[in-house]
């Protein structure tokens, strides 16, 4: 059975969750606990040097980290429904889309860097929080310009199919909210989230369902 090593609120292993619901896989979940530190344990530094979640172990054996990389690899592997197009194009303007959000926004707004913020630098609360929306913002400015612009009509980031775009865009999404971002300037990004979490793959995917959720 593929293990997933996660958190239920990393927005990482979320995507990996979406894309494992996409393509209709079972997997078993192993959580790893952020916030008592369980990813920095030698045990789990065993398996994903980095200490960080997701960590991915297929049935056959093959261990992956990195989510954007676990997605392309089941998608690879797996390649019905696609994640990405079938033309060069949009193959490249879904991963621009979905790295815009795992590779601009997450990594300046993830669990080490806030604790890093009111650690380390003895940031206050209401510091961290404007240093949270202020790259929220910076970003989802500039995806709801290239949604808007390129989009079209369709119900998701590209097209009338959720894509790797998608399972990025929901995850950060779903952080905006629990940090209370405004996001009313942005009416693209929520209709396609909202389309989105109503697909069941999407639904499941969610932290609320997910067993170390409590």
């Known amino acids: 059975m593929t293990t997933l090593y996660g958190y239920f609120r990393s927005s990482a292993a979320y995507r990996v969750r979406i894309v494992l619901n996409l393509k209709g896989l079972d997997y078993d979940q192993a959580p790893v606990n952020l916030v008592r530190g369980e990813q920095r344990d030698d045990a789990y530094r065993a398996r994903n040097p980095q200490g960080l979640v997701p960590s991915l172990v297929t049935d056959d054996g093959v261990s992956l980290t990195q989510s954007l990389a676990i997605c392309e690899y089941l998608d690879e592997r797996h390649p019905e429904p696609p994640l990405l197009p079938a033309d060069p194009a949009g ?114 995917a969610a932290p609320s369902e997910q067993p170390d959720a409590g």
């Not at 991963?95 to 860097?113: F, G, K, M, S």
């Not at 400015?141 to 775009?165: N, Q, V, Y």
């Open 91 to 204: 193959r490249a303007r879904v991963r621009a889309l979905a790295q815009l959000v795992a590779c601009e926004i997450h990594p300046l707004d993830n669990l080490r860097v806030l604790k890093y913020l009111t650690g380390e630098l003895g940031v206050d609360e209401a510091t961290k929080m404007t240093w949270y929306r202020h790259w929220v913002h910076e970003g989802f400015a500039a995806l709801e310009a290239m949604l808007s612009r390129e989009a079209g009509s369709g119900d998701f980031c590209h097209g009338d199919a959720p894509t790797l775009a998608d399972a990025c865009l929901v995850p950060q999404v779903f952080n905006a909210e629990r940090f209370e971002c405004d996001l009313d300037a942005y009416p693209r990004i929520r209709r396609i989230a909202a389309n989105a979490r109503a697909l069941d793959a999407f639904r499941r």
